[in-house]
């Protein structure tokens, strides 16, 4: 499985920002996909998730303000960030579940300005 993160950027606080994420290769096989996030001197975190089925998951911190969707049959998985706050700032994977493993993209850097 193969996936390519775009959208990420620069946005002041309030702002709002749209990531997409493509997956290739073995795609039969995706089960859950979703967004992680690593701030400078932190670990990785979730984000959101969502099943192939349209189950979500949130993280607290997000709740209300971000929305996970998934076009199944493009094999995207999108993330819209609104009322984005700096502490949002991170680099932004997309990631995809397939037979129990976890596969990463190359991150996307969102940086908030306050």
């Known amino acids: 499985v193969q996936l390519q993160a775009s959208g990420g950027g620069l946005v002041q606080a309030g702002g709002s920002l749209r990531l997409s994420c493509a997956a290739s290769g073995s795609i039969f096989s995706i089960n859950v996909m979703g967004w992680y996030r690593q701030a400078p001197g932190k670990e990785r975190e979730l984000v959101a998730t969502?099943?192939?089925?349209?189950?979500?998951n949130y993280a607290d911190s997000v709740k209300g303000r971000f929305t996970i969707s998934r076009d199944n049959a493009k094999n995207m998985v999108y993330l819209q960030m609104n009322s984005l706050k700096p502490e949002d700032t991170a680099v932004y994977y997309c990631g995809a579940e397939s037979l129990g493993i976890w596969y990463w993209g190359k991150g996307t850097l969102v940086t908030v300005s306050s």
């Open positions: 969502i099943t192939t089925g349209g189950s979500t």
